[in-house]
T-cell receptor, first 117, second 110 residues
């Protein structure tokens, strides 16, 4: 089992460029998340999805877009890269039983280290 | 919005000393999870607590969920160098996604 796979692992972008961070999971999880982690800091939620076709904003959504056309994939799009978006990006997934308020264990990808110069 | 704070931000201990990190939420949590992130790695799930006042143990690690379900703690007995990393608590309330605490970075001196 691959779990949660993120690509690329590293990327350098110039200011104003755009890119898509890919995330795929093979565990049939309904919930997927994107977090960013600045150096020495905690994880901030960017966007999340509770199922195919449904996405929702997190704490820091500005400058990002997501889509969830399939259960497996949850790409994160940066349209106009800015230095403030230099960070490590983690995708995660978990399974959530319908009608229950509890999340189960979240599985994280290896992360994408992004630098905007 | 919901805030989850952790203290301390950083702790440096001698190998063999105990370590405790505390997690406090501004709102009641339905459950709390703990994760460990090794330097340069990704967060890895340790445990989930659901019930008020719940205590769970994993070898040298003891996890506790407060009676009001607004705070939690992780205690490590007799730290080892393999315990080095950042420990995060995470919970969810109104928003259906996990909100992570700010993390406590543990350094263990051999």
């Amino acid at each position: 089992n691959a779990g949660v796979t993120q690509t690329p692992k590293f990327r350098i972008l110039k200011i104003g460029q755009s890119m898509t961070l890919q995330c795929a999971q093979d565990m049939n999880h309904n919930y997927m998340y994107w977090y960013r982690q600045d150096p020495g800091m905690g994880l901030k939620l960017i966007y999340y999805s509770v199922g195919a076709g449904i996405t929702d904003k997190g704490e820091v959504p500005n400058g990002y877009n997501v889509s969830r056309s399939t259960t497996e994939d949850f790409p994160l799009r940066l349209e106009l890269a800015a230095p403030s978006q230099t960070s490590v990006y983690f995708c995660a997934s978990s399974y959530h039983l319908l009608g229950q308020s509890l999340n189960t264990e979240a599985f994280f990808g290896q992360g994408t280290r992004l630098t905007v110069v | 919005g919901q805030q989850v704070m952790q203290i301390p931000q950083y702790q440096h201990v001698q190998e063999g000393e105990d370590f405790t990190t505390y997690c406090n939420s501004s709102t009641t949590l339905s459950n709390i999870q703990w994760y460990k992130q090794r330097p340069g790695g990704h967060p890895v799930f340790l445990i989930q607590l659901v019930k008020s006042g719940e205590v769970k143990k994993q070898k040298r690690l003891t996890f506790q969920f407060g009676e009001a379900k607004k705070n939690s703690s992780l205690h490590i007995t007799a730290t080892q160098t393999t315990d080095v990393g950042t420990y995060f608590c995470a919970g969810n309330t109104g928003r259906r996604a996990l909100t992570f605490g700010s993390g406590t970075r543990l350094q263990v001196q051999p």
